[in-house]
């Protein structure tokens, strides 16, 4: 394969990062030695292949990471692949210094193009539905008694009512999933999801 061109956009955002800035020109290089087409979606280094999304260059708190779009689909044979919460197609591979990536970077690349196969055989994640996803008995109270907040609910897209759904019924403690509603509940009625929240 031959090596792609940078993507000015992206250089910025090299030059910029604060925290693992030389693991991510050393993930970025793997990247465009594959041939990916570098882009910049969601404020983070992306690589594609026929405009379909392979991997996104993440910082993290304690590493960086490679999240492969469709990892669920990976062998995974290395043992190398981390599922982010409830994710059901991303998966990433986290890297806490370069060694590591130069340690990991035949296994790495590897990955990659199985990932660039599976995309060109047209492979995909089949997702769970909402409706596969169980509704907290506190969610059902608060469903049946509001019909705002039901009619607020019902009209957010489906990935972001599964993200409401996994989130609350996570709170082991019924007073803790009934807190967890009531906090949200205001950017549910403005169609708001729980990634839509400044951080």
């Given amino acids: 394969m ?3 061109k940078k993507n000015p956009k992206a250089d ?3 030059d910029k990062a604060k925290k693992w800035q030389p693991e991510l020109r050393k993930l970025r290089t793997i990247a465009l030695s594959l041939g990916l087409k570098e882009e910049l979606k969601w404020g983070k ?3 594609t292949f026929d405009d379909a999304n392979i991997i996104i260059l993440i910082p993290l708190k304690e590493s960086c990471a490679v999240a492969f779009s469709k990892g669920a689909l990976l062998k995974d044979r290395k043992r190398l692949l981390v599922q982010p919460g409830q994710a059901q197609a991303t998966r990433f591979v ?3 210094s370069v060694r590591q990536i130069s340690d990991t970077e035949p296994a790495l690349k ?3 193009r199985e990932a660039i196969e599976n995309e060109k055989a047209g492979l995909d994640i089949v997702y ?3 409706s596969d996803y169980e509704t907290p008995a506190e969610l059902q109270r608060k469903l049946d008694k509001d019909p705002a907040f039901r009619k607020a609910f019902e009209a957010l897209t489906p990935g972001r009512q599964r993200g409401y759904l996994v989130y609350f019924a996570a709170a ?3 007073k803790t999933r009934e807190a967890r509603i009531e906090k949200h509940a205001p950017d549910i009625l403005k ?3 729980l990634m839509d929240r400044p951080r």
């Fill in 2 to 4: 031959a090596t792609s």
């Fill in 12 to 14: 910025a955002y090299f």
């Fill in 45 to 47: 280094p992306c690589y």
């Fill in 94 to 96: 986290k890297f806490s």
């Fill in 110 to 112: 590897a990955y990659i």
């Fill in 128 to 130: 769970k539905k909402t």
């Fill in 172 to 174: 082991k403690q019924s």
């Fill in 191 to 193: 169609g708001k999801g």
